[in-house]
C-alpha cells in the first residue's frame, strides 16, 4: 500500500500564498491518481482537487478553482497543491490522498484509497 507524507502546511494570512507536498512511497496500480481534501472544524471532509500521476486535466472542487493549482512531479513521487488568495473558509486540515481513477477519488471514500496524516492551514483575517 502506499505510504503518504504531507507537509507544507502553516499560519497565513488572507489573501496568502501556500505550497502543500505529499511525498508518495510504495506507488502500486491502485495509486495512479492523488488528490487533496480539506475538513474544516465541525464540517465533513470535503474534495480539493485531483491529477493522475500520467497527466491529463486536473480536477478541481468549485471552491478553489482559480485559486489553488494541482501538479505532480514523477521523479520526486511527490504531488504539491499549490494555494494562492487564501480565505480565512480555506482553514482546514488538508489530507492527501491516493486512488485507482480520478472517477474513484472525487468519492468520499473507496476500496482503493490511502490517506496522509493531514497537515494544519491556518488562514487569518
Known amino acids: 500500500q502506499v505510504q503518504l507524507v504531507e507537509s507544507g502546511g502553516g499560519l497565513v494570512q488572507a489573501g496568502g500564498s501556500l505550497r502543500l507536498s505529499c511525498a508518495a512511497s510504495?506507488?502500486?496500480?491502485?495509486?495512479?491518481?492523488m488528490g487533496w481534501f480539506r475538513q474544516a472544524p465541525g464540517k465533513e471532509r470535503e474534495f480539493v482537487a485531483a491529477?493522475?500521476?500520467?497527466?491529463?486535466?486536473?480536477y478541481y472542487a468549485d471552491s478553489v478553482k482559480g485559486r489553488f493549482t494541482i501538479s505532480s512531479d514523477n521523479v520526486k513521487n511527490t504531488v504539491y497543491l499549490q494555494m494562492y488568495s487564501l480565505k480565512p473558509e480555506d482553514t482546514a486540515v488538508y489530507y492527501c490522498?491516493?486512488?485507482?481513477?480520478?472517477?474513484?477519488?472525487?468519492?468520499?471514500?473507496?476500496?482503493?484509497?490511502?490517506w496522509g496524516q493531514g497537515t494544519q492551514v491556518t488562514v487569518s483575517t
Open positions: 510504495g506507488r502500486t496500480s491502485s495509486s495512479t491518481s
Open positions: 491529477i493522475n500521476w500520467s497527466g491529463g486535466s486536473p
Open positions: 490522498a491516493s486512488d485507482k481513477s480520478l472517477t474513484l477519488l472525487r468519492l468520499s471514500r473507496s476500496v482503493f484509497r490511502s
